[in-house]
């Protein structure tokens, strides 16, 4: 029988092109894969980069700090640790690239197109995990 693996984190999808981003929560950091072949930044995490086709990458670390490009606002079905209504966006970050994440805990209401947003870490049970916040 094998033992099991430490993958460092406690999260919903394992494999290996989403653990390094996991375990990057855990350390509270905001990472990415950057194609070791061309250097394009990949937010969400594939295999191969879409713009090379390169299968190696290294792991990024982003600064967290973004600007809100779209969002809907989540009413139902509820969702386990989050209050509804919640906002869910889509940042446009620093480094250039986009990320969708929640924004719960924020006043749909103050939501502005363009509106400084920043990653704000924290645990949802026993998951690390993000959301962005007003700058």
Request: proline share 10%; aromatic share 8%.
């Amino acid at each position: 029988m094998n033992a099991p693996v430490d993958k460092g984190h406690n999260a919903p999808c394992s494999n290996r092109d989403f653990d390094f981003f996991y375990r990057g929560l855990e350390r509270e950091e905001l990472l990415a894969q950057k194609c070791d072949g061309c250097g394009t930044l990949r937010t969400l995490p594939t295999p191969a980069c879409g713009h090379c086709h390169s299968l190696n990458w290294s792991e990024a670390k982003l600064s967290g700090d973004a600007a809100l490009f779209s969002y809907v606002v989540h009413h139902h079905p509820p969702l386990p640790g989050f209050p509804a209504p919640h906002p869910i966006v889509v940042a446009d970050l620093a480094e250039g690239e986009r990320m969708v994440g929640a924004m719960d805990g924020t006043d749909p209401a103050s939501l502005r197109i363009g509106m400084p947003l920043k990653v704000e870490f924290l645990r949802r049970g026993d998951v690390a995990a993000f959301r962005f916040r007003p700058a």
